[in-house]
Each structure stands twice: as C-alpha cells, then as structure tokens.
C-alpha cells in the first residue's frame, strides 16, 4: 500500500473511527470519550464548526497561521455554493476549513450499501499517559478506496478538557510507520506543549483492551459474506486483527476449502498497522549532535508545511542562528506555497537583512526575485536581483534573465485566476503598437502590477501605460443558440479600420467592431457567401436551434485572416482554405489542400506575404503551407531539426543482425541503432504519421499510420535505406469491420505481412494481395500482440493471456498463459511479446519479469510466468518496449527522473546491457502554432513543442531561433509583433495566462 492510499487511510480513519468509541461507555467525567462524542456528532450533522471546536490549540493555531488573506478571498467566492450545498450560514472560515473532514467525510455514512458498515466501529485499546496524552486504537473497516486498516488517534489534555491532535494523529500514521511512534510523539509534545512525556514508561500508561461483542461478531461476518470480491481478503484481514475467534473459524474453513483467500504473507503485512509498524525497519540513523538540529528534521520531515512548527523552532532555540536561518526560510517557503505572497515578501526580505551568510541565502533571493516577477508584478526589483545572483555566479538556470543580453521580458497583462474558460483567450496588437486589445472570458487580470477586474466577456485595451478600458461591453455572443460559451467569440484580429472578433469552431461567425468598440458589422459563413447578419437581437438568416445534421454541416473555423481585399478562411470540417472578396462577400475561391498538404483539425492561423501569398500553419502536421492567389500550395516550410527525440518513440521492430528500428510517431521518422546502440540511419517521410514498424529478411522496412498521403489502413515499404518502394491498403471489405487505422504490423520471413484492423487479423503478400483473414473472438479491449517467429516462419498472437497460432480461419489457440499471484501488484498484463531466433515465444510483465517457452512443448495447455525467469521489476518503463531476436529487451524511458530521455537494453538474465541517451540539445518535433509578418518581411513561426520561435526569409530559408525556455514553462497560445520588432506572446501554464513583451530579440541558429 502506497503512500497515498496511507495518507488517505489516515486522514478518513482520523474522522471515521471516532464513532467506535462510542459502545464503550465513559470512564471518566472527563475522557477521550466526550471529545469523540462531539466529533461523532460533527460527522452525523456535517457540522464543521462542531469539528474544529474540539481541535486540539496546536491544531487551530495552525490553522490560523496558515489562512491568510489569500484563502480567505478565495473562501468568500466560494461562501454562496458551500452555503446551499450546506443548506446553513458559515459564520467563520476558520471553523469551516478546520472542518473539512466533517463536510468530506461525513456524506459517506449515508452512501447507498455503506450504512450498515458504519456499525462495525470497533476500539481495540485505550492507553493513558500521566492523564496528559491518550491513544485509542479502533477499526472502521468501510470499503472507501480500499478497506481502511486500524488507525490509532491522539488526544491531548488542555485547560481540564479532553482535546483530538489533528495533526498529530495524521502526521505519525504516516511519517512514524517505521515504528518510531516513541520519538514522533515525544518530540510533538515537547516542542508544542512543552511535556517531557515518555512514551515508553510503562509505569505511567493507563491501558484498556477490548474484544468483540457476540452481537457486533455477528455483524462483521454478515457484512463479509457481502462485501465485494475484490475488498472481501481485506475485510478479513481488519476482522482476523481485532482477535475476534469467528474470523479465526472463517479463515481456516476457507484455506481448507481450496478457495482463494488471504494468505498468512498478507496478514503479517496487516497486522503492521495494528503495531504501528507498516514497512521493514530501516537502518537506525544517528542523530545530529545538536538537540536544535533534531528538531529541525523533525518538524521538516513531519510538519514541513506547518507554518506553526517553524516558529515553533524560533522560540525553543533563540540562541542557535543557524538553525533560526534555516526555520526563517522555510516560513517564507510556506507562506508563498499558501500563496500570501505580500507575507511571503516579507519573510525573505527579513531573513536576507538578518542572516545574509546564511547557506539558504541564494536560495531566498532567487525565490523573492521569482516572487516579484512572477506574483507581484515588480519587475523592476527581480531584475536588480538577479543581476546581484549573476555577478556572484549563482543565478538560477531557470531565470527569465539571460546575462549575455540581458534581455528580461515585460510582463503586459496576467490573469490572477486559473480555471478552464477563465482569463485571457486572444489579443492582438493595434497598429502603432503603443496598445493591446484583449479578448476575456472571465476573472481578475493584473496589468502593471495593479489588479484589474473586467466584467465577464468582454474585449478590454491596454495602453503602454497598463491603463486598461472596456472598449465592448456588450455581451459577446453571436446569438442564433443558447448562450454557451464554446460558442462565444474566442479570437480576434486588430486592422487598420477596427478589429474582428470571430468564432473558433462553432458556425463561423464574425463581428467587425470600430477601434472604440462599436459593431459596425457581423459576419456569417454559409459557404460560397459570408452573410451580413443583423447587429441587434437575435433575428435573421439562421434558425434559434440547429438540428444535428444543421450542425454537422455549418463550417467550422479553424483560421480566420481579414486583409484589406480579402477575408481568408480555412473550414475544417471540409478541409477547405476559403477566400472572400471583402467588399461582397462572395467567395473568389476555394481550395480544398492536395495530398501531402493538410492542414489536420488545429487551429490554423495565417500571414500574408507582400506577393499576396497566404502561409499557414498546420501543428498538425508540422509544416507551415504557403498559398497562392488561386489557392493552390506554392511552397512549404519544414522543421531543420536533425535530432532524435525519444520521447516519441511509438514501436520497435528488429532485424536479423539485432538492429532495432523505432518509429517516431511525430517525427515523422524511422531510426535505427545498432545493437551497441549506435544511431546508424534515420530517413523522414513527412507523408506519414508512423504508428507501427517491422522488417523482413531481406532488410525491407514496413511502416503504417496514418498521414497527409495515407490511410491509417496503408502499409508503406521502404528499402533498408529509407527510399519509398511501393504502399498498399488494407481496406477490410465487411461491412462489420470499421476500417479505423492498423493497430499492428509484423512480417514474417516467408514474405507474408499481418495487420489487424479493428476486429479481424488479416494477412497480405508483399504485393498488398490479401491472402485470408481471422475474426478475433471477443475482440474487446484486449490489446493483440504480435510475434514473427523467424525459425518457423509463422506469426503467433498474445490476446490478453491467450496465444494463437494464426492459421487464417483456422486460427488456433495453444495455450493460457497464468500470472502468478501477487498481492496489490500494479500491473497484471503483458507488456512486451515476442519470439527468439530459437523458436522459442517471450515477453515480459513488468511486476513479475521475462517469461519464455516452447510452443511446440506446449498445446493447449498453461504456461505458468514468472518461473525461473530474470526480474527486471519496475525498472523498466511500459511506455514502449520490444523484444529482439536474442531475447533482449528494449525500453524507451521518456521520464528518466528529469534527466532527458534514453533508451535502455537488457539482456536475458535481466542486466542492464546498453543505455543510449538521447542527444544533447534534442527538440521535440515541431508543432507550429501561430505565424506572423515582421515589418522586415521576415516570418515568425511560433513553436509551442519546444517553445521557441523560428525565423524564416518569405521564401523559406531558415534564420535562427529564439528560445523561449528560459522565460516561460507555459503553452504559446499567441504571438504577436509591432512595429519596433517587439515580440508579444500569450503563454499558458497551470490555468494561467501571461502575455510577456520583449524588446531586442536576438535569433541564433540551432539545428538539433
């Protein structure tokens, strides 16, 4: 069991269980008891501020240290919905957040099927230290994400009354599961409290046990015998630990049954959680000599969010400066991840003035000049800053500050609220460029680090100054449906006489506004006219609802460009690049792009040439098309990039010699390494998107997918050097059979190719000449596996657990395979398949290892995995794997931890043969975004995959790049330039927008 199904084990256990103490009865005036009883109570009637009134004082003044005006802004947006969901007033943010735990737990004791559950709380102790500290250990055994294990909670005495440690409770179910629960409390107490308690003086615990009424006995055995197959081993578990003799009976009866059930492995790894102690011990490691520095790793290990526990720290040890070094700065880290920035501020500008030797110092002084640029809008200071880290040499690699120009964008406009359909969605600069337009859809906007807040809907202009006005207050929606709000107008476009607003997808419609926000037209496409519209209401030319088929037939635009003459359209529901006479409306021409020049269904945003040709980009494919007047494709620009991006690895296949080919699926790119890892060839076809690989004897290189000149039921043959010899079809005649892409591809060495489309495997000769066909039975979601094997020259198939021999329509099935058992194991499927040189079938499931067999050994029988087998574990990624002809394994590991991308080859016995990284300076495949016309006449094409725009002559020469990385983490939505070559991007991270300025770009050429 994972961490967080402990956290979340813990956090429900710390609500749940407190009802089980309730059959006990009081055993005091004044005990745990009475606080569980409010608690309870709390949980019932989802009374938050009953909860947080039992909170222990470390609990709430926690609390209080953590809300601050940021929460509490963000508490009263939410206060209305929390109201009516509550159906009461919230009088305090602060009963309400404490609460959290009555309002999300609470609704479970009503759940369909878990009522009669929430009867089965049980205490299996109650153990008292000094009358100052108590421990209840209880069981709630509900089935919620698993079913929930024993859970021991704190209480603690304050003031004569019995109080429930929150934190504590949650903190050492989780953080002290390695048994050292003795230190954990201990050193809780002492630094909050001020108690010298020892937890491990027997002489002064009070200990109560308890057993298992007839009656609730009863209850958990009923509840067994329906509880789910999947939960039903748990539930037994939780039973067997409370000592009941029942659950003994029942666990011994199903053992001798024969019956799967829970084995004593599993049990011994339960019964961790009634001991506390729920992973092996560790190796004891010795403390720091300083009592101070203890502290410190305990409150950072446990409590590193606790603002409380820090300050804590500063007050136990006044005297240790160091350590208060340390404390002050993880303070102002927390501050900032609650995101009160101004108190964030604050903190580190106090650490930096009294521990300027501190060992945290660069690190604070890079935060708080992230803070300023990023969060406070005071560029200015993050500027002086960084240029304080650059002449120490200790700036950080991911400033937006780059020493050599030091070029640092403007930040013009950010949104403060993140949110789908919240914030910025378009802009544009006007001509002069001294202002931008902004197109919103809702939310708070921050321009020149003041806050700003437009109503919802509205276009909004900036001038340089960051004084901001409505410029279109009205609301912006074509009408003609509901008001939806995919279908208000998401883009827009600055011109000499006004600006367009206009649809993205949805019915293509447009609305011409004067520069001060006056509608002076409104557009419609109806295919060989754009229709003037009535500007006010909702009558004219088109129907209040559309009927599925209207819809399906109204244009969807992708990319809109108005010109002075003419309006440019690309329609992407009928692949069409529309152009318009702009004075009547009516269509001049309409070119519906060849093969080998779709534009795919992105957006596809357009730049005019001073020839009168229209570029157009296509993310899609990844190629920006150049148009003539006539509208037909006159030129194309492609990526220079000659690296191998290994991240888009799609499939493997192998070679004879141990060669291994990859198909880079956005590349567009065929690679292949030697078996010592060596790149010794690579060949791109920008016609195909390869979704599939394989080789034959000869050497041929089968690829299929899906592209602008093929199919995805198109299998393409290329010699061993990568020239395009002949393609075929794999178009299925039956009518059953949804021709939708080949899902997989291998030859065998007698010259025969396999595909499977859909629901059947299909066999072709090199020719494209179908030989027969197999009906996959219950096909589902079973993912079909292929294995050429080279000794026998036949092609056997892995479905699910099942391999199949293929035989046409006489495909047989030889044999089951069966995964061991392995308790809460992550993986239960095969995650490579393939045969060896010897004949003989492979592959390997990630949690167990290489499996391998004779299927000539075997007929209709069951292959048990896993047995004498090499464990490779999880190290290897199921992102892609292949087998060679050797019986290695190939692993492509995009993730690596953040160390970039390699492919890793192991051989049989499980070690690690080969690791190939990828080339330095790698870029991903090329996603062109948005294009604009420099008043140089130079192309900008923004590239959102490796964040970087690209320069280019009108004719297509490559001119450098500018490299984004250093300046945003976020998407490209937008660019922009004005007049003085000033660059404009609207850039997306997290939810948030940003549009950043920047002056003095400096292009340089990069080719990997």
Same mark, same amino acid.
């Given at each position: 069991m994972g961490n967080e199904r402990l956290k979340t084990a813990a956090a429900l256990c710390c609500a749940f269980s407190l009802l089980s103490l309730l059959p006990v009865g009081r055993l005091c005036a004044n005990t745990p008891q009475e606080a569980a009883a409010a608690l309870v109570e709390a949980l019932k009637s989802a009374d938050p501020g009953l909860w947080y009134r039992q909170l222990s004082k470390a609990d709430v003044d926690s609390l209080h240290e953590m809300?601050?005006?940021?929460? +509490?802004?963000e508490f009263e947006k939410e206060r209305a919905y929390r109201e009516r969901e509550l159906g009461k007033k919230i009088e305090d943010i602060y009963e309400f957040k404490g609460g959290q735990l009555a309002l999300s737990l609470g609704p479970y004791s009503r759940d369909k099927g878990q009522e009669k559950l929430f009867d089965l709380f049980f205490i299996k102790d109650i153990r008292v230290w000094g009358g100052q500290y108590a421990e209840v250990t209880l069981f709630l055994p509900v089935a919620i994400r698993g079913v929930l294990p024993p859970v021991r909670l704190s209480f603690i005495k304050e003031a004569g009354e019995w109080k429930f440690c929150q934190s504590l409770s949650t903190a050492y179910f989780v953080h002290g599961r390695n048994g050292d629960f003795d230190y954990f409390v201990n050193m809780y107490l002492n630094l909050f409290y001020g108690l010298k308690l020892d937890r491990t003086d027997s =002489?002064? !615990?009070? @200990?109560? =046990?308890? @057993?298992? =009424?007839?009656?609730?006995?009863? +209850?958990?055995?009923?509840?067994?015998?329906?509880?789910? =197959?999947?939960s039903a081993k748990d539930f037994l578990a939780m039973w067997l630990l409370t000592g009941d003799k029942k659950a003994i009976r029942v666990w011994e009866e199903e053992k001798t049954s024969g019956k799967k059930t829970l084995t004593d492995k599993e049990l011994e790894m339960y019964k961790g959680f009634l001991s506390g102690k729920t992973q092996p011990s560790r190796q004891p490691v010795p403390p720091p000599a300083l009592e101070s520095e203890q502290y410190f790793q305990y409150v950072k290990g446990a409590f590193f969010r606790d603002i409380l526990a820090y300050k804590k720290l500063l007050l136990k040890f006044p005297g240790d400066e160091k350590m208060c070094a340390k404390a002050k700065y993880q303070i102002a880290e927390n501050y900032e991840y609650a995101r009160e920035y101004a108190l964030a501020e604050m903190v580190y500008l106090g650490f930096l003035k009294k521990y300027p030797a501190a060992e945290d110092e660069p690190k604070a002084q890079a935060n708080l000049a992230k803070l300023y640029w990023d969060k406070l809008g005071k560029q200015d200071e993050a500027v002086r800053i960084w240029k304080e880290?650059?002449?120490?040499?200790?700036?950080? /690699?991911?400033?937006p500050y780059k020493a050599a120009g030091r070029l640092v964008p403007k930040t013009l406009v950010q949104n403060l609220e993140a949110g789908y359909m919240r914030g910025i969605v378009d802009f544009d600069i006007e001509q002069d460029g001294k202002w931008t337009d902004v197109l919103y859809t809702s939310g708070s906007v921050k321009v020149g680090g003041k806050e700003y807040v437009p109503a919802e809907n509205k276009l909004v202009r900036y001038l340089e100054s960051g004084q901001g006005s409505e410029i279109y207050s009205k609301e912006i929606d074509y009408g003609g449906q509901d008001s939806q709000s995919h279908l208000s107008y998401r883009k827009m476009q600055a011109t000499r006489n006004g600006?367009?607003?206009?649809? /993205?997808?949805?019915?293509?419609? /447009?609305?011409f506004l004067s520069p001060e926000g006056r509608p002076l037209a409104r557009l419609r496409d109806e295919g060989d006219v754009l229709a003037d519209l009535p500007l006010e209401g909702r009558e004219g030319p088109y129907p209040w609802k559309y009927t599925n088929e209207e819809h399906l037939r109204s244009p969807y635009w992708q990319g809109v460009h108005f010109a002075d003459k003419y309006v440019y359209v690309y329609a992407a529901n009928s692949v069409a690049l529309k152009k318009y006479d702009a004075k009547t409306k009516s269509l001049i021409s309409k070119t519906v792009p060849a093969p080998g020049a779709s534009l795919g269904n992105y957006s596809a945003n357009m730049a005019p040439s001073a020839k009168g040709t229209m570029f157009v980009v296509s993310p899609e494919a990844g190629v920006v098309l150049e148009y003539n007047d006539e509208g037909k494709v006159v030129g194309t620009i492609k990526d220079v990039r000659t690296g191998v991006q290994f991240g888009n690895i799609r499939d493997m296949a192998f070679d004879k010699e141990g060669n291994m080919y990859a198909a880079l699926e956005t590349d567009h790119q065929i690679a292949v390494f030697s078996k010592d890892g060596k790149l010794v060839n690579s060949f791109i076809d920008e016609t195909v998107t390869p979704t599939s690989v394989a080789v034959d004897g000869a050497g041929d290189i089968y690829v299929s997918g899906y592209g602008m000149s093929m199919g995805g039921t198109t299998v393409k043959i290329y010699d061993r050097n990568g020239k395009a010899k002949t393609s075929f079809s794999t178009l299925h005649p039956k009518a059953t059979v949804a021709n939708v892409g080949i899902r997989d591809l291998a030859v065998t060495d007698d010259g025969f190719v396999y595909v499977r489309v859909d629901t059947v495997v299909e @066999?072709?000769?090199?020719?494209?000449? @179908?030989?027969?066909?197999?009906? !996959?039975p219950n096909s589902g979601q079973d993912a079909v596996m292929f294995a050429a094997d080279p000794k026998r020259k036949k092609l056997f198939m892995l479905k699910g657990l099942e391999v199949y021999e293929y035989g046409g329509p006489g495909t047989k099935k030889i044999a089951d395979l069966r995964l061991p058992e392995k308790p809460y194991s992550p993986v239960k499927m095969v995650a490579a398949f393939g045969a060896d040189k010897r004949g003989n079938l492979q592959g390997h499931v990630s949690n167990i290892g290489v499996f391998s067999f004779d299927p000539d050994k075997i007929s209709g029988g069951t292959v048990p995995l896993g047995i004498g087998g090499a464990k490779y574990g999880s190290q290897i990624s199921l992102e892609r794997t292949g087998l060679d002809r050797d019986g290695n394994i190939w692993s492509c590991n995009s993730r690596n931890y953040g160390k970039g991308p390699v492919i890793e080859k192991y051989g049989p016995d499980g070690k690690q043969v080969l690791k190939i990284p990828q080339a330095e300076g790698t870029r991903n495949s090329w996603k062109p975004v948005d294009i604009v016309k420099s008043c140089k006449d130079e192309l900008l094409v923004a590239d959102s995959a490796n964040r970087r725009i690209a320069k280019y002559t009108m004719s297509g020469k490559y001119l450098g790049d500018f490299d984004l990385t250093p300046y945003m983490s976020g998407w490209i939505q937008r660019l922009r330039v004005d007049s003085k070559e000033r660059l404009y991007i609207l850039s997306s991270q997290m939810g948030k927008q940003f549009i950043l300025r920047f002056d003095g770009v400096v292009f340089k050429e990069t080719r990997n």
């Open positions: 809300i601050g005006e940021h929460m +509490k802004n =002489s002064k !615990i009070k @200990r109560k =046990s308890f @057993r298992l =009424s007839k009656e609730l006995s009863d +209850k958990y055995f009923t509840a067994w015998k329906n509880m789910k =197959s999947y880290l650059d002449a120490k040499g200790k700036l950080p /690699a991911d400033a600006i367009w607003l206009y649809t /993205a997808m949805c019915n293509g419609h /447009a609305l @066999r072709y000769t090199t020719k494209g000449e @179908r030989v027969d066909y197999w009906v !996959i």
